[in-house]
């Protein structure tokens, strides 16, 4: 199993620019995430999702679209990057919505610079 | 709303010396309590949890937890560190036995050991 895996690694985005976060999991996982880690902040959720077709918002929604048409994938969407939305991105897994006693698993991340 | 507090945001020790990662919750109903780890530039992997039971957990690489219910504490212990376990660490709670089924992470705790 790859587990999670994100794509890309590194991006650098000029100020209105668009871009999409790129998420899987090999895992048959219901449960996806995102978050955003910011120095001193620790991890704050952005948007997620409990299953193909079913996504909400987290936290810090605002500036990104979450879509979810595959149990597989989830990608994050920035519609008009801002400098404010610099930091590092990473996407998690969970077996199940409702099995909150479980492990998320995390992708490696993408640092994301934007200028 | 459930909310973590990790009430060090960095710990210098040096090598073989004992270290405690300091964490309080706040939730109005009854929880799941997480440590992960995350090493430098890599996402995060979970070091132990607490379910239910013995309020004693123990997880990888030598570190062990105490659940205090009156405290309203999850506090990390090792008691002899090496260079290797350099890193951040973060607290997170998730609530059970209702609809909110998020992980809610507290601000990370760098722990730095020396030589």
């Known amino acids: 199993n790859a587990g999670v895996t994100q794509t890309p690694k590194f991006q650098v985005l000029k100020t209105g620019q668009s871009m999409t976060l790129q998420c899987a999991q090999d895992?048959?996982?219901?449960?996806m995430s995102w978050y955003r880690q910011d120095p001193g902040m620790g991890l704050r959720l952005i948007h997620y999702?409990?299953?193909?077709?079913?996504?909400d918002q987290g936290e810090v929604p605002n500036g990104y679209n979450v879509s979810r048409s595959t149990t597989e994938d989830f990608p994050l969407r920035l519609l008009s990057a801002a400098p404010s939305q610099t930091s590092v991105y990473f996407c998690a897994s969970r077996r199940a919505r409702t099995e909150a006693y479980n492990e998320q698993f995390f992708g490696p991340g993408t640092r994301l610079t934007v200028l | 709303a459930q909310s973590v507090t990790q009430l060090d945001s960095q710990v210098p020790v040096f090598e073989e010396a004992p270290v405690e990662l300091r964490c309080n919750y706040s939730s109005s109903v009854s929880v799941y309590l997480f440590w992960y780890v995350q090493y430098p530039n890599q996402g995060l992997q979970l070091l132990l949890k607490y379910l239910s039971g013995s309020t004693l957990v123990k997880g990888i690489n030598g570190f062990e937890a105490e659940f205090n219910k009156s405290q309203t504490s999850f506090h990390l212990r090792k008691p002899s560190v090496h260079i290797s376990d350099t890193a951040e660490y973060f607290c997170a709670v998730s609530e059970y036995g209702g609809s909110n089924y998020k992980l809610t992470f507290g601000k990370g705790t760098l722990l730095t050991v020396n030589p």
């Open positions: 895992m048959n996982h219901e449960y």
């Open positions: 999702s409990v299953g193909a077709g079913i996504t």
